[in-house]
DNA sequence: GCACTGAGGATTGTGCACAATCTTGCGCGC
DNA sequence: GCGCGCAAGATTGTGCACAATCCTCAGTGC
């Protein structure tokens, strides 16, 4: 027929939905997070991401509405997304809620005290020493992260290994914006110590161990001294 | 001027941009979720939801997407967005995470022993005692929900506040979709033994206490035998 | 010198007219 | 009667041209 409907796109052949790009857009993001590819303060505006990742407007919202609520990133109307950076009391609240969260998952991988998932841990702690024994700071707690991680899904309840997931990242951020003055001295030996309460059945020990862990990080870390964040460093991105 | 672009929507006055609706829209949906108006299985179209609010079709679908990572809608890519039907194994999860997380919670609040949190939470309990004596089961284990809740904000740990919120919201749909043979006989004293314990500052029966609580409402649900969710009684919607 | 205003820029929300994809149901051949 | 296929329906994603809102930074009056 011959409506006049040109208004808009016809016939544009390059708009096929596909959804799991949303997905696959939030998992850069997450990743360059956790990597510190992009640190706190970076500006992250829809119309950027778009030409970035080749998706639309919507996908970009859903992936970074997702970080959003995972406390990843902050939206400032009408300025654009950030990339968030946590205050003390916020990273308190994030140790605190880890210690709470991964008691829980250590009590449940020492009870099973499942010989393949020890093994799996074991594994871990074999990379570990590798980069611990090169002294370099950042990459022993991003993997000490994944020791965490893994922890939780070896603990068999999604819900507790996606919140551990989420406050592994935002330690990532945390331990960006606060002076680190890590002595990394007996630090090292408490995933080992660790591991083998939980292959021995040792519930309580392992948990108490686990809470250990954990404050000694946040111990390590200036929490009255943040470092500043100007909100505006953008130029961080050409990296990705 | 004489511009003649009226191609797409000159003039619309009623276009607003307002960035809170997507929260209101959440608010809503989620408050009649954990009411149990909205049930599982329920059919929820982004342009249902756009006339229903009056927002638009963005805003909606970021209400909707949050609720799915809330584990509270499924998506079924090309038939819509439902109300989700967690199954048993999820629901053991719910519950084990419950147990772990509140135990954290439980642990903070007994350890502060702040009487004007204690109060708070006696005064939650009057309410609860009143329908616990009409029978209500359903409105019994909603203010209970209620309690744990308002726990959890007394904690003073937000991380874990909201993870208790999405929680025993996901507890309402579970108890919805399994056959509920609750006695609530001993059932009822829980709480009032644990604010006794948490006023106390008894930390290790307080937490205790809470473990078996949580385990108790989990017994009381015949997990193995879950109501058939139909998956489209879609006209149950018409009462909100 | 200083406060205030106003124009421009930046950014996100909206409605619209599709496009792509899957489901469903009906008719047709056998 | 029965399977098969194709058309119609349903639903979400996309690009576009704005609208609304806030921020920034001049320029002006006092």
Chains 1, 2 share one sequence.
Request: net charge negative.
């Amino acid at each position: 027929m011959s409506q006049k409907t040109r208004l808009v796109g016809v016939m544009n052949e390059r708009n096929r939905p596909r959804t799991d790009d949303a997905e696959a857009a939030y998992q850069h993001l997450f990743d360059a997070i956790v990597d510190q590819r992009l640190l706190p303060g970076t500006k992250l505006t829809e119309i950027a991401l778009v030409e970035a990742f080749g998706i639309g407007r919507r996908m970009v919202a859903t992936a970074l509405q997702r970080l959003s609520w995972e406390k990843l990133v902050v939206f400032i109307p009408n300025r654009g997304a950030y990339i968030a950076a946590p205050d003390a009391d916020e990273a308190r609240q994030v140790f605190a809620a880890r210690v709470a969260i991964e008691a829980g998952t250590t009590e449940a991988v020492a009870q099973a005290a499942d010989p393949k998932a020890i093994a799996k841990l074991r594994e871990n702690i074999e990379q570990e020493h590798k980069l611990r024994d090169q002294g370099y700071i950042r990459e022993a707690i991003h993997l000490s992260g994944g020791f965490h991680t893994l922890m939780a899904e070896l603990s068999g309840n999604r819900v507790l290994a996606d919140q551990v997931r989420l406050l592994v990242a935002r330690t990532s951020l945390i331990v960006n914006l606060f002076d680190n003055q890590l002595g990394l001295a007996g630090w090292h030996d408490h995933h080992d110590d660790l591991i083998e309460h939980c292959e021995n059945g040792n519930v309580e020990t392992a948990v108490g161990l686990m809470r250990e862990h954990i404050l000694e990080i946040q111990d390590a870390l200036a929490l009255d001294r943040r470092r500043p964040v100007s909100f505006d460093m953008v130029r961080v991105f050409a990296r990705g």
